[in-house]
């Protein structure tokens, strides 16, 4: 199992973040603050967190910074198909509608939609941390790209200073993609193509940046995020733990996966050599089972339909526990926006312990999530974990870390001093009278 940590992304004119803005997960409290299981070592003896909370006032920012890595992975998923030049791939639905996705540039100055707009990503994979960065044009060009990797002294082993491939330099595990540089183009990004073409290293990056998944628990309908793979009667069994704290009547789960192939669709190019894509649509019937009492001595099972009988609440978390456990046993990344969205804070808090729990998360697995819910914060959290974001006047939405607030004091109750609105990151409620 590849050993990995996101350290940080970053990001400049993208969305309402003008400058730049960074968000990391290495820990950076003092040693006396640092709370049991909260962090890990990784690397050269660095230490991060194992959770991250995002707060801010609604439209300050927060959907936007899980967005930035959602773009990261567009940007590298469509780098090929952009090279092909291949009309009949790229007037395919829904490819044709990502292509289209503008890279939605910081809108509230004249100069932003000139300039271009920058990504950046750190990770730790087994020991070394690599640090991709790359920024886009209007027109989609990829104006830079630059690939660092540190274990003792930082390395470059990729740098692009134009959209021509003549501009690239590799060096070090990317040497062998040098004969194929060529089939980088200006809209596509040299990692990418060197990954699509089998480089080793390439391609474990880009393996680890596309695999990390985001989750929107506001945009979660029905049941669409279930799998055959991920319902064995093990993952079931640790489902229902969850699932009961939610609705205590809860006694099993039935899930039935019917699969049903819609299209078969050709591709007609020698690039694909002549292989089709089959869609299919996958239906997901989930009944419940329930004890039926006469003066609370069970006589009777009923079992019913999930989606009728469950709350709004309780159909979001069997949505999102297979992520959530699929994170856990492959520690890696999950990120998830509105965390708390129709789920009662003492469920949220179960969700988020599966993370800080070592019996649970023994590969150290990585939540960032954003929240507005104030109650997730308390003496069991560290300041180092609690991100506030914030917009000015200006449409400009900047981040920072609550302990790198001055003045505050080792026993101030973060959650009360945030409902007071003492750190900012709080909807500024105006009132005008006659």
Avoid at 307 to 317: A, C, F, H, R, V
Avoid at 399 to 406: A, E, G, L, N, V
Wanted: with cysteine.
């Amino acid at each position: 199992m590849t050993n990995t940590v996101i350290k940080s992304i970053s990001a400049t004119n993208f969305g309402p973040f003008k400058e730049t803005v960074t968000f990391d997960m290495e820990t950076s409290v003092p040693k006396g603050q640092i709370i049991d299981n909260h962090t890990f070592f990784a690397g050269d003896n660095q230490q991060f967190n194992k959770v991250a909370y995002i707060y801010g006032a609604n439209g300050s920012g927060k959907s936007n910074l899980c967005k930035i890595i959602l773009q990261i992975q567009r940007i590298i998923m469509l780098s090929p198909i952009r090279a092909s030049n291949n009309s009949q791939l790229l007037d395919m639905l829904p490819l044709k509608d990502e292509l289209a996705v503008q890279r939605n540039h910081f809108k509230f100055d004249v100069s932003a939609k000139e300039s271009a707009t920058s990504y950046s990503i750190q990770l730790m994979i087994d020991g070394v941390i690599y640090t991709y960065s790359f920024s886009v044009a209007d027109n989609y060009d990829i104006v830079s790209e630059t690939l660092t990797k540190k274990k003792r002294r930082t390395e470059i082993i990729l740098e692009r200073t134009s959209p021509k491939y003549e501009s690239i330099t590799i060096k070090s595990e990317l040497r062998s993609f040098q004969s194929n540089i060529h089939v980088v183009k200006n809209n596509a990004l040299c990692l990418s193509m060197a990954s699509f073409l089998n480089n080793e290293i390439a391609t474990k990056i880009v393996s680890i940046i596309t695999s990390i998944q985001v989750v929107n628990m506001a945009a979660l309908r029905g049941l669409s995020n279930l799998d055959e793979d991920s319902f064995s009667d093990e993952m079931k069994e640790k489902y229902l733990r969850i699932l009961k704290s939610a609705d205590p009547t809860l006694e099993d789960i039935q899930v039935e996966f019917n699969e049903k192939k819609v299209e078969k669709h050709a591709i007609d190019s020698e690039d694909f050599e002549n292989r089709a894509i089959v869609l299919k649509s996958v239906k997901v019937d989930v009944k419940s089972t329930h004890n039926i009492y006469d003066h609370h001595k069970v006589v009777d099972r009923s079992i019913l339909p999930f989606l009728q009988i469950e709350s709004n609440g309780t159909i979001k978390l069997l949505n999102i526990l297979p992520t959530i456990f699929d994170t856990l046993s492959s520690g890696s990344i999950l990120i998830v926006d509105e965390i708390e969205n129709g789920l009662h804070p003492t469920v949220v808090k179960k969700m988020i312990e599966l993370f800080y729990n070592p019996d649970t998360n023994p590969y150290n697995a990585q939540l960032i999530c954003t929240t507005h819910n104030i109650l997730l914060i308390d003496e069991t959290v560290q300041r180092d974990e609690v991100w506030l974001m914030d917009k000015n006047e200006f449409g400009e939405s900047t981040i920072k870390h609550i302990s790198d607030i001055p003045g505050l004091r080792s026993y101030d109750k973060l959650g009360q001093k945030m409902i007071e609105g003492a750190f900012g990151a709080m909807p500024n409620i105006i009132t005008n009278s006659q």
